[in-house]
């Protein structure tokens, strides 16, 4: 059975703009996207933004059969995407700040 998981991350306000706009700069590569997704074990993934009084968040959804499993692949992938999102971690992302949220509902269609 497939596992999901659901995070909020805040985003450190001097990276935020250029984080989203490099994440929106990803959908003309959606396909190569696709491909790196599926051999990493991916089966979904969704990018949110959040803006409010206390600053920019993402709210990043992902699926997967196994997801430590495709995290393993991500951190080891030497594809240049799987490089810069890392790069984009480190600089634009508060992940001690992270926030696990509860999937109280998933429904997909299969195929």
Known sequence: MAQS???RIPLNAEHAEAFIA??????PRRD???ALLAKEGMLAELVLLEEGPAGAAIILYTRAEDLASANAAYLASEHPI?????DWQA?????????LLDVVFEHGVPG
Do not use: G, V
């Open 32 to 34: 190569e996207l696709r």
């Open 91 to 99: 600089r634009a992302l508060r992940i001690a700040e992270a926030k």
């Open 22 to 27: 490099w994440l929106r700069s990803l959908e």
């Open 82 to 86: 799987d490089r810069e999102m890392r």
């Open 5 to 7: 998981q659901c995070i």
